[in-house]
């Protein structure tokens, strides 16, 4: 069974430019996570989707934004880049939680975003 | 406001026993979860824990305590291979809301 994949391994950018980022989910997966770890810091959530809709995101300014679609991969799209933004953008997919519990979170390799 | 706290770096030897400490203060409690991260690799899932008690797992152990807000992760027979952080999260939230909070991870050296 594929994994969660993710593209591009590694982009460039420069201040003020624009970026989107690719996610497809393990087939059966509904539930794709977005996250931030930056080098020293802790994975930040940044959003989460599920059935196409955006269930809950993180505390990221509004140029960081994304979407799901019929087929449940995703993009994340970053405006306007800073400095600050560089680091490993991960992906991560789950079956749709269901009661109130957790379904394991499987994670993409991530994207190394660097911003100069 | 919402706090986890690992240690930063642990050493241990090959064959031997590791306990990794994992403390959490946060507005509620919906489970813990603990994952390894080998360097330049994705986290990989090791545990979740919802009830207090100790969950094992082949020779990784995780426990919790909620009324302490205390986890730890039991690793034994260490093997070079399990050299990596150790990322503990918490889900401080009921119902739909499937936000994680974050520790900053522990990283796990393990020596010959």
């Known amino acids: 069974e594929a994994g969660v994949t993710q593209s591009p391994t590694h982009l460039i950018k420069t201040r003020g430019q624009q970026v989107t980022l690719r996610c497809s989910p393990i087939?059966?997966?509904?539930?794709v996570y977005w996250y931030q770890q930056a080098l020293g810091l802790g994975l930040q959530f940044l959003l989460w989707?599920?059935?196409?809709?955006?269930?809950n995101r993180g505390n990221f300014p509004p140029r960081f934004s994304g979407r799901q679609f019929p087929n449940y991969s995703s993009e994340l799209n970053v405006n306007a880049l800073e400095l600050e933004d560089s680091a490993l953008y991960l992906c991560?997919?789950?079956?749709?939680?269901?009661?109130?519990?957790?379904?394991?979170?499987?994670f993409g390799p991530g994207t190394r975003l660097t911003v100069l | 406001g919402q706090n986890i706290d690992q240690p930063t770096e642990m050493t241990a030897t090959e064959g031997a026993i590791v306990q990794i400490n994992c403390t959490y203060q946060t507005s509620g409690f919906n489970g813990l979860f603990w994952y390894q991260q080998h360097a330049g690799e994705a986290p990989t899932f090791l545990s979740y824990?919802?009830l207090d008690g100790l969950e094992e797992k082949g020779r990784f152990s995780s426990f919790l305590s909620r009324s302490k807000g205390y986890s730890y992760l039991l690793l034994k027979e260490l093997q070079m291979k399990d050299s990596a952080s150790y990322l503990c999260a918490v889900s401080p939230y009921a119902g739909n809301n499937r936000k994680l909070i974050w520790g900053l991870g522990t990283s796990l050296a393990v020596n010959p």
């Open positions: 991560a997919s789950s079956f749709r939680p269901t009661g109130g519990y957790h379904n394991e979170q499987f």
């Open positions: 824990n919802v």
């Open positions: 989707y599920d059935e196409g809709e955006e269930r």
């Open positions: 087939s059966g997966h509904t539930s």
